[in-house]
């Protein structure tokens, strides 16, 4: 079987168990106007990414690259303090170093040490692939912030909490670690069987890819405590 473009009349109908659900919360008074938001805003957001990512990828700038990666890390670092928003300006610093190193570091290692590019920003390459890094790195230090705070708050001492805030932050990764093959097929891996590739070989870049989500989201995640502690930022 070989995949063809969705049509707009058959993508529409991938939109009807979403209006049930954003239903049951209208009806349970749940706030569907903010699940329906960011429905329209993720729709508005893939069809634009789908515009840039042709533009980048029919330029192959290595400034382009640069350009976009660094808008993730700085939108990653941003966001991944929505958890305590009261301390966003406070900790951005340090979000912004955490991230970028964390992630930045398994980014280098996996293009260039495991893939072994020629060309090092081939952006049919790097774009998705530190999308897939910084925005898992972005959850980990999220949770890990979220919950640092509150172990803080709750009087417990600093390296208690830190240690409690790491656990919390590698929660998600840990989980999808036992998951993978068993529950599920992550995105890469169906993204591949789906266009023909051999499921051996979908399965290599899969471990690569779960392994690079746990190294740069436990990176991160230590970087950001650690460097947050030294500052008594929780404190």
């Known amino acids: 079987m070989n995949l063809d473009t969705i049509s707009l009349g058959r993508l529409a109908r991938a939109f009807l168990p979403v209006a049930v659900v954003i239903g049951i919360m209208w009806r349970w008074q749940l706030n569907p106007a903010k699940a329906g938001y960011a429905v329209a805003r993720m729709l508005a957001q893939l069809l634009l990414i789908g515009y840039v990512l042709v533009y980048i990828f029919e330029a192959r700038s290595s400034a382009v690259v640069l350009a976009v990666i660094g808008i993730m890390i700085l939108a990653a670092s941003w966001i991944a303090l929505n958890t305590i928003p009261g301390q966003r300006r406070s900790l951005y610093g340090v979000c912004l170093v955490a991230v970028a190193c964390g992630g930045g570091l398994t980014f280098a290692l996996v293009t260039q040490g495991v893939l072994m590019l020629d060309t090092w920003y081939e952006p049919r390459f790097t774009i ?3 999308g897939m890094i910084f925005a898992n790195s972005m959850t980990s230090v999220s949770l890990a912030a979220e919950r640092n705070q509150a172990e803080r708050d709750n009087g417990k001492e600093r390296i208690v909490a830190r240690n409690t ?15 993978v093959g068993l529950v599920s097929l992550p995105g890469m891996m169906t993204g591949q069987i789906l266009s023909g590739v051999s ?31 030294r500052q008594r930022k929780f404190d």
């Open 165 to 179: 805030a790491f656990q919390a932050g590698m929660i998600p990764v840990i989980n999808s670690l036992f998951a």
């Open 199 to 229: 499921p051996f070989v979908a399965a290599r870049y899969q471990i690569m890819v779960m392994c690079m989500i746990f190294a740069s989201s436990g990176l991160s995640t230590w970087l950001f405590l650690v460097l947050a502690e």
């Open 128 to 130: 998705p692939l530190a």
